[in-house]
């Protein structure tokens, strides 16, 4: 609900109420020259040329006379001063010091126009200097009038006038700045060394007041943009640029990158001091390779595979599977002497960083290999880096079903009513706290007879006490561990152990 009133306070009164807390709320000033703000924004428009403008912030403000002239001025002939709120906001309050005087039926005006075409026509205008304040919402603009408002014709109207001055708004940015990313930083492929990182964000409201960089969830750069400001109000009525470019010179050999991708996320905020600014952020995967050697010997094509499968391999824990390659030239001819690098990542959330495994070197067919070591689901990385910005890279994916070890005591013939021990041992990394189950062969299906979650070391134990074996029977176990989040391995199972018991 809109509320309109007069009130004899100083325009600066805007300036020292709370702030809205719709994000993006902001104050700017105009024609204000002891605030700073010794300009304005404001058009002229005028539908005769009786109505004179003038405009001293200095002094009196945006002023409009009448001109008398040699004959009548028009019915509904007007000049008019009007600050215009940037697309994507709206004012929600105003104010300003007014003096103004009707004569002959030339009438002084201030008005708010809102969306849709309305307007507010505030009243209490005339008289000398005073302040004139309104508050809703959806304000598009704030004018001073002088109109011939006669149904035929207005007279002299000399001494007509309306003047304005120490202006204050707040306006509310209803919009989100958009952004693009470019520069060499974020071109396909891993990166070393110095890069560029290129934003062009832009802002139809306020304009764009800062643009910060994270890498991996932590700072890493950030530009605050010059915009007219002045002990936190803006004298503009869009205050900062609206569509800047700014560039970051980044250094992938920083400590906060990591080898490996790096999640960089990069946002750009418009403009709002006392309350939470409209943001927009992008979000990109930056790998970055610093450890892998640059080869001395230069290929073009490199290919890779697992031996005896494809790029995509399942394995069980313990095994140790062996990559193999070929590098060539431009015309399909091997490369001989060019150095290659093999590199692993464990997939378990963020992981930890890119481990490189080996360097292999290209025998006279081109050709390479290297065994991996055995552990956990991985991606594996194979890169030749010809010079220091080129680097031809293949992708493979390793799974890896987890073999736990199982052990069972004592080790010995047991009798009806003794108890087994497990003793469940599952691999790394990340094996704290993950489930484990022991299960028994019966009636053709194992069934869970036993289970828990393992310790910081991945260690977990319990126990069976058999109760109604008769006879002599010769027990199946076997450990399992499930897929679960957070464990870098598919679901697998130890080799089965026995247990001999005799019952009456």
Not at 303 to 308: D, E, I, L, Q, V
Not at 438 to 443: D, G, H, L, M, Y
């Amino acid at each position: 609900m809109r509320r309109i009133t007069l009130a004899g306070a100083a325009a600066l009164f805007l300036l020292t109420t709370p702030a809205d807390a719709t994000a993006g709320t902001y104050k700017a000033i105009q024609c204000y020259e002891q605030a700073g703000a010794g300009h304005h924004d404001a058009a002229f428009t005028s539908s005769s040329e009786r109505y004179e403008k003038s405009s001293d912030c200095k002094g009196k403000g945006l002023g409009i006379t009448h001109d008398p002239g040699s004959s009548p001025t028009g019915s509904g002939r007007y000049g008019a001063w009007t600050l215009t709120a940037p697309a994507g906001t709206e004012i929600t309050r105003a104010a300003a010091r007014v003096s103004a005087q009707s004569q002959n039926w030339h009438v002084p005006q201030l008005l708010i126009g809102l969306d849709g075409g309305a307007r507010d026509l505030l009243d209490g205008v005339r008289g000398d200097l005073h302040t004139v304040d309104w508050e809703g919402t959806g304000g598009r603009s704030l004018s001073s009038r002088l109109a011939c408002l006669n149904r035929r014709e207005c007279g002299d109207g000399r001494d007509a006038h309306i003047y304005m001055r120490r202006i204050a708004l707040t306006l509310r940015d209803l919009t989100s700045p958009t952004i693009q990313l470019g520069g060499s930083l974020l071109e396909p492929g891993s990166k070393r060394g110095n890069q560029v990182l290129e934003v062009a964000a832009s802002d139809s409201g306020s304009g764009i007041r800062s643009v910060t960089v994270e890498l991996n969830e932590e700072p890493l750069e950030a530009r605050v943009l010059e915009c007219s400001i002045s002990n936190d109000v803006a004298v503009r009525l869009r205050p900062c640029p609206s569509s800047p470019t700014p560039r970051f010179d980044i250094s992938t050999a920083a400590a906060d990158f990591r080898q490996g991708p790096n999640e960089l996320r990069v946002c750009a905020s418009d403009y709002a001091p006392q309350a939470t600014a409209n943001r927009t952020c992008e979000s990109r995967t930056v790998r970055v390779d610093n450890a892998c050697p640059v080869s001395d010997v230069p290929g073009e094509v490199l290919r890779a595979r697992f031996k005896g499968a494809g790029d995509r391999l399942t394995a069980t824990s313990d095994a140790t599977p062996i990559v193999t390659g070929v590098l060539t030239d431009d015309g399909g001819d091997p490369v001989r002497g060019a150095e290659v690098c093999v590199a692993t990542r464990v997939k378990a959330g963020n992981g930890p960083s890119e481990r490189v495994i080996a360097t292999p070197i290209t025998d006279a067919d081109g050709r390479f290999s290297t065994r991996l070591p055995a552990g956990p689901s991985r991606e594996v990385r194979i890169a030749h880096w010809r010079d220091p910005q080129h680097v031809s890279e293949r992708f493979l994916e390793l799974g890896s079903r987890a073999v736990p070890r199982l052990a069972l005591s004592p080790d010995r013939p047991l009798r009806n009513g003794d108890s087994v021990r497990f003793d469940v041992r599952i691999p790394g990394p990340a094996n704290g706290g993950k489930r484990v189950a022991v299960q028994a062969r019966a009636s053709g299906r194992w069934i869970r007879i036993d289970g828990g979650r393992t310790d910081r070391g991945g260690h977990w134990r319990g126990s069976y006490r058999f109760r109604s074996t008769t006879g002599t029977r010769r027990y199946a176990f076997r450990a399992v561990v499930p897929r679960q989040s957070g464990y870098p391995y598919a679901a697998g199972h130890s080799e089965t152990r026995r247990a001999t018991v005799s019952g009456p």
